[in-house]
């Protein structure tokens, strides 16, 4: 996935607002395969365990049986079809989610190679405080930014301005 480019912007931005927010103590269960940014949170002291690239959809077994204080879905909500059963499973009190926001400029994405790289959801930010709240969790900070590239076009120049990312911290009330 990260053959080309790195989201070093991404990644910085989310290691602070977890380093902000959460101790070094907690055990995170991060949704999703070991991936780059699991490793970047585990060099920089958290403790890390990945779910196994089930499909969560279908099978929230992790999210019951793995002990854990925290739960992280960064940038995966959007691939699944419902992502309020996997909240619901969730037994921790706290959880930090990043989306990709839908952008008028730009339809859902979707890989021709990869059946588990596509985005089912395209979410506005109210869509995913909606789904945070149902799930009794408050919104205790988040943050909305954008994710420029170095290509030319009317898109890229519209991402330079467009908020692209949205980051929420939030506790079970």
Same mark, same amino acid.
Request: proline share 3%; net charge positive.
């Given at each position: 996935?990260?053959?080309?480019?790195?989201?070093?912007?991404?990644?910085?931005?989310?290691?602070?607002?977890?380093?902000?927010?959460?101790?070094?103590? *907690? !055990?995170?269960?991060?949704?999703?395969?070991? #991936? +780059? %940014?699991?490793?970047?949170?585990?060099?920089?002291?958290?403790?890390?365990?990945? !779910?196994?690239? =089930?499909?969560?959809?279908?099978?929230?077994?992790?999210?019951?049986? =793995?002990?854990?204080?925290?739960? !992280?879905? %960064?940038?995966?909500? *959007?691939?699944?079809? #419902? +992502?309020?059963?996997?909240?619901?499973?969730?037994?921790?009190?706290?959880?930090?989610?990043?989306?990709?926001?839908?952008?008028?400029?730009?339809?859902?994405?979707?890989?021709?190679?990869?059946?588990?790289?596509?985005?089912?959801?395209?979410? *506005?930010?109210?869509?995913?405080?909606?789904?945070? *709240?149902?799930?009794?969790?408050?919104?205790?900070?988040?943050?909305?930014?954008?994710? +420029?590239?170095?290509?030319?076009?009317?898109? +890229?120049?519209?991402?330079? %301005?467009?908020?692209?990312?949205?980051?929420?911290?939030?506790?079970?009330?």
């Amino acid at each position: 996935m990260y053959e080309k480019t790195f989201p070093n912007k991404r990644f910085k931005i989310t290691l602070e607002f977890l380093e902000k927010h959460l101790s070094k103590s *907690e !055990t995170i269960l991060d949704l999703g395969v070991e #991936n +780059p %940014f699991s490793k970047i949170m585990i060099q920089n002291g958290f403790t890390v365990k990945n !779910t196994s690239g =089930e499909d969560l959809d279908i099978d929230q077994s992790a999210l019951q049986n =793995e002990n854990y204080t925290t739960v !992280t879905a %960064f940038e995966i909500f *959007e691939h699944l079809l #419902n +992502p309020f059963t996997v909240l619901q499973n969730v037994k921790s009190d706290k959880i930090f989610i990043s989306i990709p926001l839908r952008l008028w400029f730009s339809s859902a994405y979707r890989s021709k190679t990869d059946m588990w790289d596509r985005h089912y959801h395209e979410f *506005e930010d109210w869509q995913l405080d909606w789904l945070i *709240e149902k799930n009794g969790f408050t919104i205790v900070d988040r943050v909305k930014f954008t994710h +420029p590239t170095k290509k030319i076009g009317i898109r +890229p120049l519209l991402r330079y %301005f467009t908020n692209r990312y949205y980051l929420v911290y939030a506790v079970r009330k």
